[in-house]
Structures are given as structure tokens and as C-alpha cells.
């Protein structure tokens, strides 16, 4: 059984991401867009729209064509926003790298992705020229110039036609970001216009915005919640979106204070630091109204230690509130609303939730064991159908299917209840994904790392739970190939050399097989079991 969202539907305007996103901006060009919350430069949202409609036509000028895709490998900063609606504007997709990435894991997305051009800067030239080596691509632009590369002015550049691409919204790919989903490697998310146009107008209504909405985005761009929620929604709001370019406690708390920030949307552990860091209390924060976290699950105490400790003791202050999401669904499909949004007769959003299914999204909760609607108020695998689901899998139909079902269902591989308010928990992941920090760890992909290595006859990789920050740390299984005496600091030098930080197997415990079901499928339930 489907069960809506308590929200009416909302409108989703056929139009680009860019023409839906930069709209609210249109009305107020001489106000800031974004803001580098270390420098202080400052884009107006009519700057926006001119640099927008420049580095659309520079890209085509440099054969770039509607469909083409676009690597962007960049920490926030505010020219992103200007590159990736430029992209969107030339009909292009733009593909997110991780900034942590190595020259490896570079290389796999340019080449998955088929990438024509890689957009970085110069402190990641080293590692975008590595990859390259191996994947290559037409040109490398470095945004802060480099000898030899094309910078952000050339981009920029007067002299190229302005370009009007012919976008249809519910077809044409706008971004295409990499996750494992619920099983096997990093797979190419196609997300179109329409589902990122959609997810933003679905989310609006649960804010009630001031006129003046400052958003802090320290959460990366190059993932979709940052890309979504912090830069679009920010700028579709007509408000200022301000820019740190990675986490520093003291840099974000100073720019909460200068900027007078409203919104923060951040994940776990920055909520950690703000309900326990000394610092804190240095700071004033007070023009703070909301923050939200999500990406990783959020202990209910802690939510409310730090809406505690910011509200300094008056119940008007700042609300601390959780929303879900996955890349898959753009990201967006449970928030808590703004206390003044709350569906009809709700009064309260328990702080260990999620909220409510936005406007336009249905869900169901699957009992795992019966394949069958759960029982009320018993969990069940969160599956999720609206208009922010994404396309598909780039080149994969199997890993498709084995998500996406034909009647438009997103299985999500969460486990999640719901209570009789339609306000949903979640409880449980049933997917092989490890989450750390917020960002995504792939078992799979750090299997077919580590069996490259001929000391490693087989290998497996879970996540094991630190008890005190609650996060989950990857931990490998190692077979020993024949004769070898490989150790575990070998074992954990050689990943670390490999993958991200982010990614790294933080233990190690060697044994005699991997535990395998008869089709071959680590059973990775023994190996929770056994750790
Ligand atoms: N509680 C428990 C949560 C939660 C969670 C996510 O890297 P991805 O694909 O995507 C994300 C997106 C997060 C997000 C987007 C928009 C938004 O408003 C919001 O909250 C403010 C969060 O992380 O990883 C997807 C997986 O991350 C886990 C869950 O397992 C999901 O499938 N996850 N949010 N609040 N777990």
C-alpha cells in the first residue's frame, strides 16, 4: 500500500535547472548569490546569470555539445555554482568527483562517465593529470590557472556567441554523480533536469524563508546533497549561498557569526562539534533558525543537546531537525519542515526522525522477509516513487533493475517505521553501503582493491561500528594467497595508498575463506556476526 505524502502536491515547472534555479535571482540582481566565506568575494545573482550564460557559451565555443559530459573536480567555492549551471546551460552533464579522490579513483569516473573535460584547480592538478594519464580527456581546465591549461577566463570569456540549447527536462541528463547504490561498485546516477528541478520545488514549501536567507555550504557540492539542497535550493530561494571550501569548526562557526547565516544543512558530525566543542560558546550564533542534518544517522540526544545548547535556554531560537535522502533521489525524500510548515494537526517531529515524505513522493515500507507491505508501525525496507527518482544507472541496466522497479518504486536498502503522523524513522540499513563522515564507502569497490594485490587471495569488507562517534569504519577479511605472511599494517598501507581517506580498512583480521552463499554472494551477515 502507498502511503503520501502529507503535503499537497506542488507544480514542477517544465523548464532546465538552470531557468528554474536562477528565476528567484532574476528579481533581485543586486544582491549577493554566493559569497567565499574565507575571502568574502561576492557574486550578485545578476552576476550569476551573465557568468552563467558565458561559460555555457565558451564550452560550446570549445566543441562541447548538449549530452556531452563535464568532470568537475572542485572543494566549494562560489565559482562552482557558476561552472555547474554553466554546464547545465550548455546542455551538458556535469560529473562530480570527490575531492579526497585518488589519481585511481579519478580515473574509474572519467572513464566511466566518459568524460570530455575535467574542470579543476591547481592544488588537484597533480591528481587530475594522474588520472588523466590513464583516462584521458580532451583538456584539463584549471579554474586558477595553470601553464599550458585554459583558466575560468578563458571560460568567461566576451567573445563567444551566447548559446540557446534546446533542453527537455524529463529526458536530458543534467548531473550525473557516482554511488554504489545497494550493491557492487560506484555505479553513474543519471539524474535529469526534471528530477533536480523537481526535488528543489518539492522542498520549498516546507521552508518558511525570510527575506534575507543566508546559507552556509561547507557540505560539499560535488555530492548531491550539497549540489541540491545547499547550492540550488539556496539560490532558488533568492537568497545568498556562502562558501567554505572544507570543515574547519572555527572557520564555520566565524562565518555563521559574519555572515549571519540562517540555514545550515551539515551531517552528523558537525552536529557532534556543535552540541560538544568548547568552541561553540565563543561564537555568536544566534542568527542561526534552522539547521538540518542528514546523510548518516543522527543520535536523537545529541539533536537535542545542540539545539539545547544553541537556543541558550529561550524556546524560540533555533530549530535542529533531520531530513533523508540518497543520491538516487536527487536527494530529497523525507525532510523535517520548518516548525510553522508542520502538516495539519502535528505538532511535534520527534528529533530522531526524518520527517515527512516531501509533496509528490509515495512510500512503502517492505517487510524483507515476506516481500509484502510491513504491519503498521513495523519497519520495513523504505522504497520511494515521485518525480525526484532518478533514470537509471549509466550503462547498467542489470544494477538498474535490481533498484529501480518497473512499476517506478526506488528500493532503498533502508530500513525505516513510520508513526501514525506519516513522520518516518530510520532504523536499519539492509544495503552493503558503509557510510563514514556522511560520504559513501563501497565494500565492493575495496574487494576488488585489495584482491589486486598478490599477497590477497580473497578478501571482504564490512563496517564495524566505533562505539563512541557511531561511525561505521571499514574492516577487511583477508584471505592470504599461498606462502604469503602479509600483515595488517601492510594490508591497511597499501589501501591507504589507494583510496580516499574516507575509504581507508581501519582493521584488518585475516582468515581462511570468505564466507560465500552457493551463487558465489559474500555473506557478509557472518562476518558482522563474527566481528
Ligand atoms: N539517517 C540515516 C539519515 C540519512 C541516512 C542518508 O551518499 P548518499 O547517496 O546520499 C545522501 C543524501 C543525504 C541527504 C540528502 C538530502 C537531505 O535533505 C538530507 O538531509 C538533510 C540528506 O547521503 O547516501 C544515501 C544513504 O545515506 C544514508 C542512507 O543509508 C541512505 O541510503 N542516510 N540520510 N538522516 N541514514
Not at 565558451?58 to 555539445?65: D, V
Not at 541558550?312 to 530549530?319: I, N
Not at 594490508?491 to 552457493?518: D, G, N
Amino acid at each position: 500500500m502507498a502511503l503520501s505524502s502529507p503535503y499537497p502536491d506542488v507544480e514542477i515547472p517544465n523548464v532546465s535547472v538552470p531557468e528554474f534555479v536562477l528565476a528567484a535571482g532574476r528579481e533581485k540582481p543586486d544582491a549577493p548569490a554566493l559569497i567565499d566565506g574565507l575571502k568574502g568575494d561576492v557574486i550578485t545573482h545578476g552576476q550569476l546569470a551573465q557568468y552563467v550564460d558565458r561559460v555555457a557559451a565558451n564550452l560550446h565555443a570549445r566543441g562541447l555539445r548538449k549530452g556531452d559530459v563535464v568532470a568537475v573536480f572542485c572543494p566549494n567555492t562560489p565559482w562552482f555554482p557558476v561552472v555547474f549551471h554553466g554546464i547545465a546551460a550548455a546542455g551538458c552533464v556535469m560529473s562530480p568527483i570527490n575531492s579526497l579522490y585518488t589519481p585511481d579513483e579519478i580515473a574509474f569516473q572519467l572513464k566511466d562517465s566518459g568524460a570530455k573535460i575535467l574542470i579543476t584547480i591547481g592544488l588537484f592538478l597533480d591528481r587530475a593529470t594522474a588520472a588523466a594519464e590513464k583516462s584521458p580527456v580532451d583538456e584539463i581546465v584549471v579554474l586558477d590557472g595553470a601553464e599550458g591549461h585554459a583558466n575560468l577566463f578563458d571560460l568567461l570569456g566576451a567573445d563567444a556567441p551566447s548559446v540557446q540549447v534546446d533542453i527537455d527536462p524529463a529526458n536530458d541528463l543534467v548531473t550525473l554523480p557516482y554511488s554504489s547504490g545497494t550493491t557492487g561498485l560506484p555505479k553513474g546516477v543519471m539524474l535529469t533536469h526534471r528530477n533536480l528541478v523537481a526535488n528543489v520545488a518539492q522542498c520549498l514549501p516546507l521552508l518558511k524563508t525570510g527575506a534575507d536567507e543566508r546559507i552556509i555550504a561547507v557540505l560539499p557540492f560535488f555530492h548531491i546533497y550539497g549540489l541540491t539542497v545547499l547550492m540550488n535550493q539556496g539560490l532558488a530561494l533568492g537568497g545568498a549561498v556562502v562558501t567554505l571550501p572544507r570543515f574547519d569548526l572555527e572557520d564555520f562557526l566565524r562565518t555563521i557569526q559574519d555572515q549571519k547565516i540562517t540555514r545550515a544543512f551539515v551531517a552528523p558530525p558537525i552536529l557532534l562539534a556543535l552540541a560538544k566543542h568548547p568552541a561553540v560558546d565563543q561564537y555568536d550564533l544566534s542568527s542561526l533558525t534552522s539547521i538540518t542534518s542528514g546523510a548518516a544517522p543522527l543520535d536523537e540526544q545529541l539533536a537535542l543537546a545542540a539545539q539545547n545548547r544553541l537556543r541558550k535556554g529561550a524556546d524560540d531560537g533555533v530549530t535542529v531537525a533531520q531530513g533523508y535522502g540518497m543520491t538516487e533521489l536527487s536527494p530529497v525524500s523525507h525532510t523535517s519542515p520548518d516548525p510553522s510548515a508542520l502538516p495539519p494537526g502535528v505538532t511535534e517531529v520527534p528529533k530522531g526522525s526524518v520527517g515527512f515524505a516531501i509533496p509528490n513522493t509515495e512510500c512503502r515500507l517492505i517487510d524483507p522477509g515476506t516481500g509484502e507491505d510491513a504491519a503498521e508501525g513495523e519497519r520495513g525496507e523504505l522504497w520511494v516513487r515521485g518525480p525526484q527518482v532518478m533514470k537509471g544507472y549509466l550503462n547498467n541496466p542489470d544494477a538498474t533493475a535490481g533498484t529501480l522497479d518497473s512499476d517506478g518504486w526506488l528500493h532503498t536498502g533502508d530500513v525505516a517505521i513510520v508513526d501514525a503522523n506519516g513522520c518516518y524513522t530510520v532504523v536499519d540499513r539492509v544495503k552493503e553501503l558503509i557510510k563514514y563522515k556522511g560520504y559513501q564507502v563501497a565494500p565492493a569497490e575495496l574487494e576488488a582493491v585489495l584482491i589486486n594485490h598478490p599477497e590477497i587471495a580473497d578478501a571482504a569488507v564490512i563496517g564495524v561500528p566505533e562505539k563512541e562517534s557511531g561511525e561505521e569504519l571499514p574492516k577487511a577479511f583477508v584471505v592470504r594467497a599461498p606462502g604469503s605472511e602479509i600483515t595488517e599494517d601492510a594490508v591497511m598501507a597499501y589501501m591507504a595508498e589507494k583510496v580516499a581517506p574516507h575509504k581507508k580498512i581501519r582493521f584488518v583480521e585475516f582468515i581462511e575463506q570468505v564466507p560465500k552463499s552457493a551463487a558465489g554472494k559474500i555473506l557478509r551477515k557472518d562476518l558482522k556476526a563474527r566481528a
